[in-house]
Structures are given as C-alpha cells and as structure tokens.
C-alpha cells in the first residue's frame, strides 16, 4: 500500500459532482488553504447528470454535459490534487484514511462524502443484457447514444418519473415507439397525486405512448436482435429493441463503515452537513438531511440541493459555522412541451382543492391549515410562490400570516389559492 501526505493537513473528498465542487469553491472562498484531495472513479471531468438525455437526444454537444470544465482547469483555479479513476474503497474513520482501489492510502483531516447514487437495477432474470440500458452517467449517455445509431423502432422505458419521462420524450421525438412501464399505479408515483398524473398520462397518451401501470416487470428475455419483457400476470411480453430501466436509484455508500457512521437510505447529516464522525461531512445524493415538511431524514435528489449542501459543507469544513436547514422534494419536469411540477407532500393531506382549465391544472394539499403540498402543470409561474409558501409554514388564510413572506409572493399566493378554492 503506497501512503500519502500523512503529515500535512489534507482534505478529502470522495467523488467529483457538483456537491464535491461546491465544496471546493467554499473551502477556497474561505481562504483555506489546506490541500484537496479529490477522488473520483472515472476520468470525465465533473458532469452534470441532468443534461445526459439532452446528449443523447443530440440536443447538447458532448462537451456540454461538463459544465465547470476541465480537470486540468478546476485543478488549477482551486488547486486541487485529482485522483481519477481511483474509486474510494475504503473510508477508514479511526485512522481518518481513505484507501483507493489502487492501494492509495490518503490521510485526512477532513473529509466529505460526495459520492452521488447510481440507478437501481431490479434483481431480475435478463437485467445485465447488453440490450438493457440505465441513464445516470456519461457512460449511460454514449451507450444509449450509440444504440440510437441502430435505428430502434421500439423500446420500453421502466420507471414514470423525471427520468423515466425525459427518455419518453427523446425517443418521441426521434419517432421511435414507447412503452413506458411502471409498477406504481400512475405517472410520477412519488410527486403527483393521481388526478394530476391523469392529466399527464392523457398528454402522454395524445403523443403516441403507450402506458402499462400497476404491473411489474419480471424476466427480460434476449430475442433475435430485440428483446422480450415479461411482466406478472400477463403472458404477452412486450417485444422491443432495447429497454431503459429508471426505477430509482441508490446512494453509493459502499465503502462507508455503517458501524462507524450513521446512514439510513443515505449517509445522515446535521445541518452543518456533518455526519455522526466530527470532522466527516456528506452532501448531495448521498446525503439525508432534512425534509422540511416532515422533519425527517431524506435525501432529495436534485441538482440545486446537491450544491447548497456541498457549499454548506464547504464552509463549515474550513472553520466557518453555516446550516442548511433542509429542503422539501421538489420536482420539475418539462417534457413534450408541457411542464409537471410536485412540490412537497400530495400523498398525505386533510384538505385538496384543484383547479383545471383544460390548459392550467393546479391542485393544493393541506395539513392541519398549511399548504404541504402542490401538483402544478403548465402552471410554472406558482411554482416557486407556492414553495416558498411551503417553506414558511404559510397558514391557509394568508390574511394571517402578513408579513411573513414578501409583499408580491403574499398576493400572488393568495390569487393562487383563490383560483383554486373557486374551482
Ligand atoms: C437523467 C437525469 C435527470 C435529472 N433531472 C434533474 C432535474 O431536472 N432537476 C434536478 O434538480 N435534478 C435532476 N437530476 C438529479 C441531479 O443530477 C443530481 O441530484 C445531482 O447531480 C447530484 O449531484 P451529486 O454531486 O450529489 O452526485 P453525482 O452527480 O452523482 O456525482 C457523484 C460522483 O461521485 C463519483 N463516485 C461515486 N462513488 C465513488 C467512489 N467510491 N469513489 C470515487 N468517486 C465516486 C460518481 O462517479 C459521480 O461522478 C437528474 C438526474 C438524472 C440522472
């Protein structure tokens, strides 16, 4: 085992996301000036998982999907040690040392734990195909670009959510035939109420997809140059070219020693982004901070989040004392020229009112006189007033609560629910 640096202070940092660079920024911002180490398990600069399908659909070039640049670039500007295709095996609290699948041994003083997630694939006879694709990394993105080439006429999408939706939508365009599958029993199972994902499901339908719901895929079966997809209880499988499964994913936390630190779904954070270990910080889609809503730990995977931890993090590692009090789900999705937004709770609420045009669909949840909820479709401009309401625990009557939003965000929220009592 080669060792490292074990006399100077050092920062480490495992993975290259935009949790990790965020950090970096803070750390620097903060004029520390300790050496970074940063480890990352491929050799692409940082990429930004979101634009994958924007590559894949030809609507970004490949140098696109990078958007702090170069390795070389950030290493300059922060200076930072980079450690590429040297994925973190082992993260070693007692001794603070992290070991790479290389045998590199790294001591540190501080560390975080950026590592992101990576798609779930169902235990399944057939899943490791060459025919089955997921959709997360740059590696995810050339090889669905490259199968793209063969010219499919069919394919099945596993998983109606942000992903699952976004694959829909290139493969529309690109005039190919969708299957788009999911277990639950609608659209975005875990951001829409079911009124709202009937709405989206009509769309879908009008733009030539095929919907298959409340049924689970079970066998995945090579045939000739396509596949066949086996789902429970029917005995017509779905005959395809190719198949995206998006049902999820899951931190990546394989080499954090779960005697050591606390993790649950993701590694647990404070508000400080620290975890049960002083001196041991995660952020990003490894990390469970705090719903707001509901006061637990949970892991919101979003782009936005990921940052404000990973900055959060940053400062707090170089001396500063900062709080990321925690974040509600939040999800927006544009697809096929229509936009669905989930903000909060829509599963559990004492109160719904919806209001539909046939062109605007918002539909409001409460708990106990507070908006907890909301379910918006080309209805983008509430969005943030209504989140904003979330967020500051605005009571139903916003006659009540003057003062504790600025004055614009106060009516507008109460125009919105206005429209939406009245329906
Ligand atoms: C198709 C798609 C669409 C999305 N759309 C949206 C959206 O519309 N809005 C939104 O807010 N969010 C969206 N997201 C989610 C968003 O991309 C993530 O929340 C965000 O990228 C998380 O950043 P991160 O830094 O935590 O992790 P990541 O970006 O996953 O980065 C973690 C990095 O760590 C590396 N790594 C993992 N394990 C190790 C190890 N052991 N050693 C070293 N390196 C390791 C990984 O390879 C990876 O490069 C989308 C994601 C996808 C895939």
Redesign the pocket.
Known sequence: MRELSKMVKNIAI???????VECIKALRECGCNDTIHL????SYPVY???L??YYVAGKIDFSKLFPFGTNDELARTFNVRFHTRS??MTLDTTEKVIVTADGLAVSYDRCLI????SPVRPPIEGIHSGRVYT???VEDAIGLKTALEQKPTRVLVVGAS??GI?LVELFRAAGIDVCLADLATHLFPAAAHPDCAAVLAERLRENGVDLRFGTSLTRLEESGAGLLAYFAGDTMPERVDLAVICIGVRA?TA?VDRNCIDTAAGVLVNERMETNVHGVYAA???AQGRNLLTGQPQIV????N?RYQGRTAGRNMAGEHDVFPGNIPHN??HFMNMDFIGIGDVKNYDKMRKYWDGNHFIQLFWQEGLITGANLVDSYTSSGVIRQALIKGLQQSCVHNQGTMPLVQDLLIRKIIMEVEQA
């Open positions: 495992i993975g290259n996301g935009c949790a990790a480890f990352s398990d491929h930004n998982p979101m994958t399908t994925p973190v950026a590592s992101g997630a959709m997360r990394t942000m992903v976004k990546n080499f990003g889609d490894v995977g979003l782009w936005s990921a927006i999705t």
